[in-house]
């Protein structure tokens, strides 16, 4: 029988719950580097028992952390010879990220547009997505804040800007939203080995069609009240676009407001929120045999973030852009976390609902592996 691993990242540490193909019996296993924020965690395609983790602190800053045996034990890429292996200040070369200040196009990148409309530095500050590649379990991408993409191929190791995303034209006009600036959406497409999207907040969405040398914003037909130009190139507020892999051309995305859909790999996009109760939210995921069926959680407003849909009411959790996935069994299960620090799961695509686990720290992140 298939077994699932559900990845969940906290406010204070990492956690692997595992079960059988069931879903009902669920072991938890953490919480993995306690008292660090851990953004994301996600597991190898490629190879289940390779698992990256994007672990920070505001004292020591960016770690990545990395397992080769589906998390049991954990070690930072590159620690020297002899070093422990343990969670601790930075051993190794593997949270070094350095901007590339010229990119491909010879212009210099040094600053972007601010919240009062001057020119500010790129400064690194976190990785908020781990994108691992599809096909080889040592190379992996990584969206950052100050947004930007990040690839290793030596399995976390060492890390290189793919600096044409922010040299390609739009990156000195990027703004930070209200919380930030982060490439938080890596989605690369099984299909075309050199097509990836990103997203940004809150620049908008984009995409490369050759290996992330170039770069195009896909941003038409989104709109932005916030924004004077409501067909401007860049500045929509993306918070997470979602694929499901059978048909990589359809992406769905939900915005700051308004759940959106393309049929066309982003070159053009069209509302779809329907009779939401509303359609302002974080996360949107897809079925994983029903193309057409699509997992969003509608949050009350942009300034009460405040989900609907619990099964309970004066419930005032949210759920993050990272925190749901979707299982590949069938029926497909589907799980996501909210920063009251409960893991929902459901194990018939979305009929019903149980909670896998209670009283974690709030939850950054949710992956889910589909095992043998």
């Known amino acids: 029988m298939s077994k699932v691993r559900v ?8 956690f692997v719950l595992t079960s059988d193909g069931k879903r009902e019996q669920w072991d938890v296993s953490g919480p993995h580097f306690a008292g660090w924020e851990l953004y994301h965690v996600k597991g190898s395609p490629a190879d289940p028992n390779r698992i990256y983790a994007s672990q920070c602190s505001g004292w020591f800053g960016q770690l990545i952390q990395r397992s080769d045996d589906g998390g049991k034990t954990w070690h930072q890429p590159g620690t020297p010879p002899g070093e422990p292996a343990a969670p601790g200040p930075p051993k ?6 350095v901007y590339d200040a010229s990119a491909e196009t010879g212009k210099p ?10 020119q500010h530095p790129w400064e690194f500050k976190r990785v908020w997505h781990l994108e691992p590649s599809l096909s080889d379990p040592d190379t992996v991408y990584a969206g950052v804040e100050d947004a930007a993409i990040f690839r290793s191929t030596d399995g976390g190791q060492n890390w290189q800007e793919l600096s044409g995303l922010r040299g390609h034209g739009t990156g000195p006009k990027w703004q930070p939203g209200a919380g930030g600036m982060c490439l938080h959406t890596i989605i690369l497409d099984p299909s075309n080995a050199k097509r990836i999207y990103i997203a940004i907040s809150a620049a908008g969405a984009f995409r490369t069609d050759d290996a992330g040398k170039s770069w195009k914003p896909i941003n038409r037909g989104l709109r932005s009240q916030y924004i004077p130009d409501q067909d401007a190139e860049v500045g929509h507020c993306v918070h997470h676009v979602a694929m499901n892999p059978k048909r990589p051309g359809v992406l769905f995305m939900q915005k700051h407001w308004d759940v959106m859909r393309s049929d066309d790999g982003g070159d053009s996009w069209r509302e779809i929120s329907g009779n939401l109760p509303t359609d302002f939210g974080f996360v949107i995921d897809v079925h994983a045999h029903e193309p057409e069926t699509i997992y969003v959680v509608p949050i009350k407003s942009d300034s009460e973030h405040y989900v609907h849909g619990l099964p309970q009411k004066d419930c005032y959790v949210n759920v993050l852009r990272d925190a749901m996935a979707v299982d590949s069994l069938d029926k497909c299960g589907v799980y996501f976390g909210t920063t009251g620090g409960q893991v929902y799961a459901s194990a018939d695509a979305g009929d019903s609902w149980s909670p896998i ?5 709030a939850v950054l992140s949710v992956e889910v592996q589909t095992l043998p």
């Open 357 to 361: 686990v209670r009283d974690l720290p």
């Open 109 to 118: 990148l040094t600053t972007h547009q601010w919240y009062d409309g001057t």
């Open 7 to 14: 990845l969940v990242g906290t406010r204070k540490g990492a």
């Open 92 to 97: 190794s070369e593997s949270n070094k990220f």
